[in-house]
């Protein structure tokens, strides 16, 4: 079941949400979330429920066990984390390795054919996070396996973050308040992500799909396009979820982490990395960076460490040589940036260095999305290729006037300038309208509702695409 599907917007979360109000106590209301959250979980894949339940136990084990032991903590700190991500590596990557050692040894072992459970990436960081803070602190854990069932299972974050700390999430399972004010704000959070998602993303995907699904491009002007559409949908995609999930969260009481500030306005890689997917960044500075010692054993080391977390960054996402190959980059450019070679900082000292920043962090992030979208390496390069040979088929204008029809043209164009952060400065002139005057505030509202017709209308007639972080 998606956030953007009818089941969800007219029956599931209706449902939901009135129940939420009519029952009493916050511990009932607890025990309510935690069994919706497995209901949600069992639309999308009921058979694996039990393999989640088993991560939750093992985890709340594991954090019961270092609250109460004074001797062996470390033991089982480091067996409770090979468990989470030995289940994780055995999930996601098996048929990675059995296909590379086939190629390598001319080998023929049969692949596992093994499904990937829906937000096994997400709520196994989660559980490393809990474990890690409990192991850390005794006070950072619980005795309560339901907080640890909620916490891991939260419907609104489950199947693609953001990635919660349980430090952050336990108190507002003792306290939350709810206001008619707090509810408006997360409906229309919800609904800015979800246009997002059906009018903006949608739009960009059915342009970089046809142009990916091109082998053996040679087109400039149609790899362009499907590079510059691919990093549109995958930012409004994800972006777009990330927001509905910080909406749903806000309408029952929560308040949970922004994963997303404008990260095509960044100035340098490092500095993209600081606004794109928020939450795994800091997973990745505060569970593996800073243990390996961060910046604090000299330059080379912190070079290393840094690779070393974009390698697994690149792992993260999935069991394909173009993720890995797109997270060292990454490293590398963070690393040329760091060291003055790339010199970004220098550059953000004048308005002219300013905008080579941008222009050189758009291109950079945006020819390695290519990677990452592509199949194979080699369609990566056909790609790449394409995007600098500046040939020209006969069928090529044929192609793009077919994929960019004048309401995907408007599309297109307002995405990017949205992503560029006119958003952020509409939003603020909004907030202002709307504080300042009770016309502001039903223009707001009306805009809201507007943007709703619009969605519904768009799902419609494109139908229901699953979310791209998803197969993550």
Known sequence: MSFSSPLFLFFFLPAVFLL??????????????????LIFLAFGQLAFVPLFLLAVLIDYMAGLLLIRLEKGRKAVFVITVILDLGMLAVFKYTDFVISNINSLFSASWKLSGIALPLGISFFTFQGISYVTDTYRDKSGGTKDFLDVLLFMSFFPQLLQGPILRFGDFAPQLMSRSVSPDR?????????????????????????????FAMKGLTDWRLAWLGGICYALQLYYDFSGYSDMAVGLARMFGFGITENFDLPYSASSVRNFWRRWHISLSTWFRDYLYIPLGGSRRGT???????????LCTGIWHGANWTFIVWGLVHGVLCNLEDSGIIPTDRLEKNRVGRVLNRVYTLLA?????????AD?????????????????????SYEIRRLLPAAT????????????GLAARLKKLCSGMEAGSK????AGYLFSLILFVLCLM???????????????
């Open 376 to 396: 194979t390496l080699q369609d990566a390069a056909v790609m790449l290729r394409s995007m600098f040979s500046f040939s020209v088929l006969p069928a090529g």
């Open 300 to 310: 080379a080391r912190k070079y290393f460490n840094r690779m070393i977390v974009f």
């Open 365 to 373: 992030v945006m020819l390695l999305f290519v990677v990452f979208r």
């Open 183 to 211: 509810t408006v704000s997360g409906i229309r959070r919800f609904i800015n992500g979800l246009a997002k998602k059906v009018i903006l993303s949608a739009a960009a995907a059915k342009v970089a799909d046809s142009v």
């Open 439 to 442: 016309a502001g505030a039903c």
């Open 458 to 472: 768009a799902m419609a007639r494109g139908g229901f695409t699953p979310f791209i972080y998803t197969q993550f």
């Open 409 to 420: 043209c408007l599309i297109l164009i307002t995405g990017v300038i949205l992503a560029g």
């Open 20 to 37: 939420d109000r009519i029952i009493p106590g916050l511990r009932r209301k607890n025990i309510f979330l935690a069994a919706v959250s």
